[in-house]
């Protein structure tokens, strides 16, 4: 029943966005750190520390609020394959200038060989 009780109560919960009560409050997660939009950043508090924002709830007073949260995982995984689809383009780049450059540094080498291999035999 205290189940209940509890849910109803996070249903019932007045919405704050910008409430302070966290600070003489004990509180209670409701929803994971998302990363804001431009919007929210100009409009709720919790946005303007990290850029990422996560519903929270206080305990006694029953405000729904939102919080400033270190990260969101999606976005720090996005950002990590971005850098990792970045550094396998460099590689590919890099390989290919390499492998251009060995070519014309060969044929360069081979028109040097046969010059010489021409003028000895003659």
Not at 62 to 73: A, D, E, G
Not at 82 to 95: R, T
């Amino acid at each position: 029943m205290t189940k209940n009780n509890k849910t109803s109560s996070v249903e019932d919960a007045r919405m704050d966005v910008n409430s302070k009560c966290w600070k003489t409050e004990e509180t209670r997660i409701l929803g994971e750190c998302i990363h804001c939009r431009e919007f929210e950043k100009q409009k709720i508090d919790g946005c303007l520390e990290t850029g990422n924002m996560q519903q929270m709830l206080c305990t006694t007073s029953n405000i729904k609020f939102y919080k400033s949260c270190p990260y969101v995982v999606e976005w720090e995984e996005k950002k990590f394959w971005m850098f990792e689809g970045m550094m396998l383009i460099g590689l590919i780049f890099s390989s290919f200038v390499v492998w251009y450059r060995q070519r014309q540094l060969d044929n360069i080498f081979y028109k040097k060989l046969q010059k010489q291999v021409e003028s000895d035999t003659v």
